[in-house]
Protein backbone atom coordinates (compact mmCIF):
# COMPACT_ATOMS: atom_id res chain seq x y z
CA UNK A 1 0.00 0.00 0.00
CA UNK A 2 1.08 3.58 -0.75
CA UNK A 3 1.86 6.11 1.39
CA UNK A 4 -0.70 7.58 4.26
CA UNK A 5 -0.77 11.06 3.39
CA UNK A 6 -3.49 12.25 5.34
CA UNK A 7 -3.56 11.26 8.85
CA UNK A 8 -6.16 11.89 11.05
CA UNK A 9 -6.06 11.04 14.66
CA UNK A 10 -8.64 11.70 16.93
CA UNK A 11 -9.42 15.02 16.17
CA UNK A 12 -11.96 16.88 18.23
CA UNK A 13 -13.04 20.24 16.38
CA UNK A 14 -15.85 22.95 16.86
CA UNK A 15 -17.18 26.54 16.04
CA UNK A 16 -17.85 29.11 18.32
CA UNK A 17 -17.59 26.71 21.57
CA UNK A 18 -19.75 24.77 19.73
CA UNK A 19 -18.10 20.96 19.64
CA UNK A 20 -18.98 19.19 16.23
CA UNK A 21 -16.01 16.56 15.65
CA UNK A 22 -15.76 14.37 18.66
CA UNK A 23 -12.42 11.78 17.98
CA UNK A 24 -11.82 11.58 14.33
CA UNK A 25 -9.95 8.88 13.18
CA UNK A 26 -8.73 8.37 9.64
CA UNK A 27 -6.18 7.53 7.24
CA UNK A 28 -5.88 8.32 3.35
CA UNK A 29 -3.16 7.10 1.79
CA UNK A 30 -2.18 8.50 -1.45
CA UNK A 31 -4.31 7.89 -4.52
CA UNK A 32 -7.24 7.09 -2.45
CA UNK A 33 -10.59 7.97 -3.17
CA UNK A 34 -12.54 8.50 -0.19
CA UNK A 35 -16.12 9.06 0.50
CA UNK A 36 -17.28 10.88 3.39
CA UNK A 37 -20.76 10.37 4.32
CA UNK A 38 -22.73 11.05 7.35
CA UNK A 39 -26.74 12.74 8.13
CA UNK A 40 -26.85 16.41 7.38
CA UNK A 41 -25.48 18.85 10.37
CA UNK A 42 -22.99 15.88 11.06
CA UNK A 43 -19.80 17.73 10.41
CA UNK A 44 -18.85 16.43 6.99
CA UNK A 45 -18.32 19.84 6.01
CA UNK A 46 -16.48 20.69 9.31
CA UNK A 47 -13.87 18.16 8.75
CA UNK A 48 -13.07 19.91 4.98
CA UNK A 49 -12.75 22.87 6.55
CA UNK A 50 -10.75 21.90 9.56
CA UNK A 51 -8.51 20.75 7.03
CA UNK A 52 -8.40 23.49 4.90
CA UNK A 53 -7.77 25.70 7.73
CA UNK A 54 -10.95 27.65 7.27
CA UNK A 55 -11.00 30.39 9.70
CA UNK A 56 -13.15 30.23 12.86
CA UNK A 57 -12.66 26.66 13.18
CA UNK A 58 -11.04 25.35 16.85
CA UNK A 59 -9.15 22.26 16.96
CA UNK A 60 -9.79 21.26 20.85
CA UNK A 61 -7.93 17.99 20.41
CA UNK A 62 -6.06 15.07 18.24
CA UNK A 63 -3.61 15.63 15.09
CA UNK A 64 -3.99 16.02 11.52
CA UNK A 65 -0.73 15.27 9.93
CA UNK A 66 -0.39 15.94 5.60
CA UNK A 67 2.48 14.05 4.43
CA UNK A 68 4.14 14.12 7.67
CA UNK A 69 4.02 17.50 8.89
CA UNK A 70 1.59 18.45 11.11
CA UNK A 71 -1.06 20.26 9.22
CA UNK A 72 -3.11 22.42 11.76
CA UNK A 73 0.28 24.27 12.27
CA UNK A 74 0.32 25.64 8.36
CA UNK A 75 -1.60 28.40 7.82
CA UNK A 76 -4.16 27.35 4.86
CA UNK A 77 -2.27 29.02 1.95
CA UNK A 78 0.74 26.99 2.99
CA UNK A 79 -1.83 24.50 2.90
CA UNK A 80 -2.71 25.30 -0.64
CA UNK A 81 0.42 25.48 -1.23
CA UNK A 82 1.53 21.89 -0.31
CA UNK A 83 -1.32 20.37 -2.44
CA UNK A 84 -4.30 20.46 -0.43
CA UNK A 85 -7.26 22.30 -1.73
CA UNK A 86 -10.95 22.32 -0.68
CA UNK A 87 -13.33 21.99 -4.54
CA UNK A 88 -16.41 22.30 -4.68
CA UNK A 89 -17.56 19.45 -7.30
CA UNK A 90 -20.38 21.01 -8.61
CA UNK A 91 -20.45 24.28 -9.61
CA UNK A 92 -22.58 26.80 -7.82
CA UNK A 93 -25.35 28.55 -9.82
CA UNK A 94 -26.24 32.11 -10.20
CA UNK A 95 -29.56 32.41 -9.31
CA UNK A 96 -31.85 32.95 -11.80
CA UNK A 97 -28.91 31.70 -14.79
CA UNK A 98 -29.31 27.75 -14.43
CA UNK A 99 -26.33 26.76 -16.46
CA UNK A 100 -27.96 23.43 -16.77
CA UNK A 101 -31.25 24.74 -18.30
CA UNK A 102 -29.01 25.17 -21.60
CA UNK A 103 -27.18 22.40 -21.80
CA UNK A 104 -30.76 20.18 -21.64
CA UNK A 105 -31.76 22.40 -24.22
CA UNK A 106 -29.21 20.99 -26.45
CA UNK A 107 -29.49 17.86 -25.23
CA UNK A 108 -32.94 17.64 -26.28
CA UNK A 109 -32.36 19.24 -29.41
CA UNK A 110 -29.67 16.46 -30.48
CA UNK A 111 -31.95 13.70 -29.02
CA UNK A 112 -35.32 14.97 -31.07
CA UNK A 113 -33.21 15.36 -34.16
CA UNK A 114 -32.31 11.50 -33.54
CA UNK A 115 -36.10 10.86 -32.89
CA UNK A 116 -35.37 9.92 -29.49
CA UNK A 117 -37.59 11.50 -26.34
CA UNK A 118 -36.67 14.65 -24.46
CA UNK A 119 -35.41 14.07 -21.03
CA UNK A 120 -36.98 16.07 -17.80
CA UNK A 121 -34.49 18.47 -15.77
CA UNK A 122 -34.37 15.77 -13.03
CA UNK A 123 -32.94 13.00 -15.43
CA UNK A 124 -30.76 15.64 -17.58
CA UNK A 125 -29.38 16.16 -13.89
CA UNK A 126 -28.72 12.41 -12.69
CA UNK A 127 -26.96 12.21 -16.84
CA UNK A 128 -24.93 15.36 -15.61
CA UNK A 129 -23.85 14.04 -12.53
CA UNK A 130 -23.28 10.59 -13.85
CA UNK A 131 -20.69 12.28 -17.02
CA UNK A 132 -18.96 14.42 -14.11
CA UNK A 133 -18.33 11.37 -12.04
CA UNK A 134 -16.87 9.08 -14.64
CA UNK A 135 -14.46 12.51 -15.35
CA UNK A 136 -13.95 12.56 -12.14
CA UNK A 137 -12.22 9.28 -12.54
CA UNK A 138 -10.40 9.73 -15.65
CA UNK A 139 -8.84 12.82 -14.18
CA UNK A 140 -8.15 11.13 -10.76
CA UNK A 141 -6.22 8.22 -13.03
CA UNK A 142 -4.67 10.68 -15.33
CA UNK A 143 -3.08 13.08 -12.70
CA UNK A 144 -2.71 10.71 -9.73
CA UNK A 145 -4.11 12.64 -6.85
CA UNK A 146 -5.44 11.93 -3.67
CA UNK A 147 -9.31 13.19 -3.26
CA UNK A 148 -11.54 13.31 -0.10
CA UNK A 149 -14.66 14.07 -1.00
CA UNK A 150 -18.22 14.48 0.50
CA UNK A 151 -21.09 13.74 -0.76
CA UNK A 152 -25.11 12.11 0.03
CA UNK A 153 -25.31 10.15 -2.61
CA UNK A 154 -24.97 6.34 -1.86
CA UNK A 155 -24.25 4.66 -4.79
CA UNK A 156 -21.81 7.86 -6.08
CA UNK A 157 -19.95 6.71 -2.88
CA UNK A 158 -19.45 3.60 -3.51
CA UNK A 159 -18.93 3.92 -7.19
CA UNK A 160 -16.33 6.56 -6.97
CA UNK A 161 -14.93 5.52 -3.22
CA UNK A 162 -11.65 3.41 -2.82
CA UNK A 163 -13.25 3.62 0.79
CA UNK A 164 -16.80 5.22 2.19
CA UNK A 165 -16.53 6.60 5.90
CA UNK A 166 -19.76 7.50 7.08
CA UNK A 167 -19.94 9.68 10.79
CA UNK A 168 -22.39 9.74 12.93
CA UNK A 169 -25.12 12.31 13.79
CA UNK A 170 -23.00 15.41 15.71
CA UNK A 171 -20.99 15.71 17.22
CA UNK A 172 -19.46 13.25 14.90
CA UNK A 173 -17.58 10.18 15.29
CA UNK A 174 -16.78 7.39 12.94
CA UNK A 175 -19.29 5.36 12.27
CA UNK A 176 -17.96 3.44 9.72
CA UNK A 177 -14.66 3.25 7.00
CA UNK A 178 -14.44 0.68 5.01
CA UNK A 179 -12.95 -0.25 1.48
CA UNK A 180 -15.02 -0.58 -1.68
CA UNK A 181 -13.63 -3.81 -3.26
CA UNK A 182 -14.44 -3.23 -6.65
CA UNK A 183 -12.10 -2.84 -9.51
CA UNK A 184 -10.50 0.17 -11.72
CA UNK A 185 -11.83 1.50 -14.10
CA UNK A 186 -14.88 1.42 -13.01
CA UNK A 187 -17.82 0.93 -15.45
CA UNK A 188 -21.59 2.10 -15.23
CA UNK A 189 -22.80 -2.03 -15.18
CA UNK A 190 -20.83 -2.53 -11.73
CA UNK A 191 -24.01 -0.30 -10.31
CA UNK A 192 -25.79 -3.69 -10.84
CA UNK A 193 -23.30 -5.83 -9.31
CA UNK A 194 -24.47 -7.68 -6.15
CA UNK A 195 -21.48 -6.36 -4.63
CA UNK A 196 -22.51 -2.76 -5.37
CA UNK A 197 -25.78 -3.70 -3.61
CA UNK A 198 -24.11 -4.86 -0.44
CA UNK A 199 -22.50 -1.84 -0.39
CA UNK A 200 -25.29 0.73 -0.99
CA UNK A 201 -26.90 -1.34 1.74
CA UNK A 202 -24.10 -1.23 4.25
CA UNK A 203 -24.52 2.70 4.20
CA UNK A 204 -28.15 2.34 3.98
CA UNK A 205 -28.31 0.64 7.16
CA UNK A 206 -25.33 2.97 8.53
CA UNK A 207 -27.74 6.02 7.82
CA UNK A 208 -30.67 4.76 9.39
CA UNK A 209 -32.56 4.77 6.02
CA UNK A 210 -33.21 0.86 6.17
N1 LIG B 1 -20.95 28.90 12.07
C1 LIG B 1 -21.52 27.97 12.83
N2 LIG B 1 -21.83 28.23 14.12
C2 LIG B 1 -22.39 27.30 14.91
N3 LIG B 1 -22.70 26.06 14.50
C3 LIG B 1 -22.39 25.73 13.25
C4 LIG B 1 -21.79 26.66 12.33
N4 LIG B 1 -21.61 26.05 11.14
C5 LIG B 1 -22.10 24.80 11.29
N5 LIG B 1 -22.57 24.61 12.54
C6 LIG B 1 -23.18 23.39 13.08
O1 LIG B 1 -22.22 22.36 13.02
C7 LIG B 1 -22.83 21.11 12.76
C8 LIG B 1 -22.13 20.44 11.61
O2 LIG B 1 -22.30 21.20 10.43
P1 LIG B 1 -21.70 20.79 9.04
O3 LIG B 1 -22.07 21.85 8.09
O4 LIG B 1 -20.25 20.46 9.17
O5 LIG B 1 -22.49 19.44 8.75
P2 LIG B 1 -22.60 18.60 7.39
O6 LIG B 1 -22.37 17.18 7.77
O7 LIG B 1 -21.73 19.18 6.36
O8 LIG B 1 -24.14 18.79 7.02
P3 LIG B 1 -24.86 18.76 5.58
O9 LIG B 1 -25.05 17.32 5.25
O10 LIG B 1 -26.16 19.42 5.83
O11 LIG B 1 -24.00 19.50 4.62
C9 LIG B 1 -24.31 21.41 12.52
O12 LIG B 1 -25.01 21.10 13.70
C10 LIG B 1 -24.34 22.89 12.25
O13 LIG B 1 -25.54 23.44 12.67
MG1 LIG C 1 -22.10 20.09 4.52
Redesign the pocket.
Known sequence: MSRPLIEITNLSAG??G?Q?LKGINLTVHAGEVHAIM??????????G?VLAGRK?YDVTGGSVTYDGKDLIELPPEDRAREGLFLAFQYPVEIPGVNNTYFLRAAYNEQRKHRGQEEVDAVDFLAIVREKMNLELLRIWKEAGKTIVF?T?GISEAVFLGTRVVV?TA?P?KMADNFAIDLPHPRTLDMKTHERFGEYTRRIYRLLGME
Open positions: INKIGPNGSGKSTLYGVHLGA
